[in-house]
């Protein structure tokens, strides 16, 4: 071959391998993105059935049931609108508490979502962006009284 | 009054990194000696100052100065004097404080050892430090100020944050800063010898050591905040994936490809523009990474308290001199011209295929990271891309890097001539192949499919990297601590691959509530939950476990994982119970109390990690070692480079 044909199989080679890298990159991206929705969207059933997204918001006052001696547990995540039952077996990050921001990760089953995993934020002022945003239209009432839905999401 | 003085300091190292940038740049433009003979003064003084800053920072929270705001935020009186110094840099406004000096450090040692290069080379490299410098001053200046004074004082501090109360994290950020800060100077010789329009294979010998040691401090701080998140805040995972350590993994993914084009620009003459173009990257990404971290823009669990002015100001920032240094290198660039040519199995080659590699690698996790932002900038609904993004996609980059430089290793410059070493590849990868599969189905079992190939991969590239340096032994010929430290962080590189991919498959971990006496059973290893007691420390109480790992029925080790609450702060914390092996770690981390008596305990078994940790210092090591070798000490200036002599029989 010459210098020049080697020159061309190299580049030919780099542009196939980058296309391939660029295509399979596409693909676990389409896969592996999950998207986030707040209890409203939720109720309205625009969550994937079947698919694993995120769900945020606030853990409901006086709604977290654990069964005694287990690792599991169940609460209401509340965006002051919609709540949306909440199942978890497992350990629960430190700062989770009832009244604070929550985000988890897992699936629709029926009305429940059981979640795979509860986010961790270590640091009590820190509100997670998508979470302030789902509850910037409501922002927590002083008691546990929702306000009228006056405009749908 | 103490506070004051480094107020005051800090504003004076700001006019003098102005006066530094401006006699710098605009003094070598105008052939002015008297002009450029002011530059290094201007950096010496610049360092003195932002020290007394710093000391004056230190002074106000060793002595429980809590009328200084950001000391009264992160400290308090019962907070131990080792953090308290830590604490410095424990928060926002403080840890630009020590990024600032840090820069200062590397910009005096920068004049200090330019001595020998031409004088308007060395002002223009001075200068650009300088007016990155200046930037940084004003936003800490005009958006973060630490010595801000609130009265009436409080009696005692809100106490620093009890997750970075741990000795590996109070020295994590400035390490990672040395890399971050270092980086600006591989960028500055850029810039430099963009404004120059000349870039020769000197330039590229006077840049190499910089870069190398930047890249060395940067691996060492990744490797250390890793292994502070496995023991302290992951419950025992050791990369997340998080948007903040990505945010530190693309400058040295970039960083790797840098050093490693550099070495061809230096010995070849080739690569110029793309060299030129990765120290821009490769800076521009620590940039960026800073703004991820201090605008708060992104989840992680880095971010600091969201402020937008501060993003907005580093945002501005990052247009302003990535825009001018991609500007001036759309001038100059075409003007660098790389004459050699080489063949595809030429060592030149297998550099190119590592850093096209490399730079697929760092815009995938720009891709995964941005892509939150860019699709809240369009309106989509919220998104975010996991673990498992990466974890499909990173692998496919780095197996076929890790088997080029296995190969690559053996590669001579210009012509290849692998068919001479065909014999040290094939038997390297038999005996890789071996003893990889031997590790794997022997020692552990089936796993998933990457496990068997990256075992084999990294014991390959070990195999490999130790052919030339033992060739050198025993025909008597000189070890230069330039092959020493390739070879060292070869090694390393084949390490941590081997470490990952075990870790990846044979990590045994459950979740449980016990109760006192109780026993969880791991494959061979039964953990009995013994009892529980409660502890005080100088700012928290705690509960601790007592928990026996016990292996085929023999006690083999005892964890005391514990569940802090830090008074302060009011926050609860998850200590780990960690006993390391020679090949795993035994860990336990203690959870909340779950009524009936029994408490919820993590037990993992996770073969091999620390290897992960000791191949990145060893990469590090090798890394420093090979930026003190002698040839970059030597007068570049003063010789022609000769490039063909010295081909094939050098390090890359």
């Not at chain 1, 995540?77 to 709540?83: A, I, M, P």
């Not at chain 1, 089953?109 to 795979?116: I, K, N, P, R, S």
């Not at chain 2, 403080?94 to 590397?106: F, K, N, T």
């Amino acid at each position: 071959m010459t210098p020049r044909q080697q020159r061309m199989t190299m580049v030919a080679a780099i542009v196939a391998g980058v296309s391939i890298a660029a295509w399979l990159g596409m693909l676990a991206f389409k896969e592996n993105v999950m998207f986030f929705f707040n209890p409203t969207e939720v109720a309205a059933g625009k969550a994937p059935e079947g698919q694993r997204f995120r769900i945020g918001g606030m853990v409901a006052n006086g709604s977290v049931q654990k069964t005694a001696g287990t690792l599991d547990i169940q609460f209401l995540v509340t965006d002051f609108k919609h709540t949306v039952p909440v199942t978890y077996s497992g350990i629960l990050p430190d700062l989770f508490r009832e009244g604070q921001g929550v985000v988890a990760h897992g699936r629709m089953q029926g009305a429940t979502f059981v979640a795979d995993e509860i986010l961790a934020k270590h640091d009590e002022k820190y509100m997670p962006p998508e979470v302030s945003d789902a509850l910037k239209d409501n922002p927590p009432p002083p008691d546990v009284t929702p306000p009228p839905s006056s405009t749908g999401t | 009054m103490i506070p004051e003085l480094g107020h005051f300091a800090l504003i004076l190292a700001m006019v003098l990194a102005a006066s530094q940038a401006v006699f710098g740049i605009v003094g070598a433009a105008r052939g002015d000696l008297r002009w450029q003979a002011a530059v290094r003064p201007a950096a010496a003084g610049q360092f003195v100052l932002i020290s007394v800053a710093i000391g004056a920072l230190l002074h106000a929270f060793v002595n429980f100065d809590f009328s200084v705001v950001y000391v009264a935020s992160n400290s308090n009186s019962a907070l131990p004097t080792f953090y308290r110094v830590a604490a410095l840099w424990g928060a926002h406004e403080g840890s630009l404080l020590l990024w600032v000096w840090i820069l200062a450090g590397w910009t005096l040692a920068v004049a200090l050892a330019s001595r020998n290069l031409p004088v308007t080379f060395a002002s223009r490299v001075l200068g650009v430090l300088g007016l990155v410098s200046f930037a940084f001053l004003l936003f800490t200046l005009a958006t973060s100020n630490p010595f801000e004074r609130i009265f009436p004082a409080p009696a005692d501090g809100r106490d620093l944050n009890p997750v970075l109360q741990d000795p590996a994290l109070a020295i994590h950020p400035p390490l990672l800063y040395m890399g971050y800060v270092g980086l600006s100077v591989a960028f500055a010789f850029a810039c430099a010898a963009m404004l120059e329009g000349k870039l020769d294979q000197v330039w590229a010998r006077w840049t190499r050591p910089w870069t190398t040691m930047a890249w060395a401090f940067l691996s060492v701080g990744i490797a250390l905040g890793s292994w502070w998140a496995y023991y302290e805040l992951g419950w025992g995972g050791y990369w997340f994936w998080d948007p903040v350590e990505n945010a530190s993994f693309m400058p040295w993914l970039v960083g790797t490809a840098l050093i490693h084009s550099l070495a061809a620009t230096d010995k070849r003459g080739l690569f110029k523009s793309w060299t030129l173009l990765l120290a821009i990257l490769g800076f521009s990404l620590s940039l960026l990474g800073t703004f991820l971290v201090r605008s708060g823009v992104l989840t992680s669990v880095h971010s600091f308290a969201a402020d937008p002015t501060r993003g907005l100001f580093i945002l501005a920032f990052l247009i302003v001199i990535i825009g001018g240094a991609l500007t001036l290198y759309a001038w100059r660039a075409p003007l660098l011209k790389s004459p050699a040519g080489f063949e595809p199995t030429a060592r030149e080659a297998f550099l190119l295929y590592n850093n096209i590699l490399l730079v697929c690698a760092a815009a995938m996790v720009l891709v995964g990271t941005l892509a939150p932002l860019i699709a809240d900038a369009m309106g989509q609904p919220p998104l975010s891309v996991g673990a498992p993004f990466y974890d499909a996609l990173f692998p496919i980059l780095m197996l076929p890097l890790m088997a080029l430089v296995a190969i690559g290793i053996h590669a001579a410059w210009k012509r290849g001539q692998l068919g001479q070493s065909r014999l040290r590849i094939l038997g390297g990868f038999a005996a890789a192949a071996v003893a990889g599969l031997v590790l794997v189905y022997a020692g552990y079992g089936p796993g998933k499919w990457m496990t068997p190939l990256g075992v084999v991969l990294g014991v390959w590239i070990i195999v490999s990297s130790l052919f030339d340096p033992i060739d050198r032994l025993r025909r008597r010929l000189t070890l230069p601590r330039g092959v020493v430290g390739m070879t060292l962080a070869h090694v390393g590189l084949g390490l941590a691959v081997i470490a990952v991919a075990t870790v990846e498959s044979y990590t045994v971990e459950r979740d449980a509530a016990l109760a006192p006496g109780e026993t969880l059973v791991l494959g061979r290893y039964a953990y009995r939950f013994d009892d529980i007691q409660r502890i005080e420390g100088p700012n928290y109480e705690a509960e601790r476990a007592t928990i026996t790992v016990l292996r085929d029925g023999i006690p083999t080790a005892v964890l005391t994982p514990e569940r802090r609450f830090y008074w302060v702060q009011r926050q609860t914390l998850t200590e780990a119970g960690i006993a390391n092996r020679w090949n795993k770690d035994l860990f336990a981390a203690l959870s909340s109390q779950l009524g009936e008596g029994r408490w919820s305990v993590r037990a993992q078994m996770r073969p091999l990690i620390n290897y992960i940790w000791l191949g990145a210092g060893l990469m590090a090591l090798g890394g420093i070692l090979a930026a003190s070798d002698r040839r970059y000490r030597v007068r570049a200036a003063a010789t022609a480079p000769d490039p063909a002599t010295q081909a094939g029989a050098e390090p890359a």
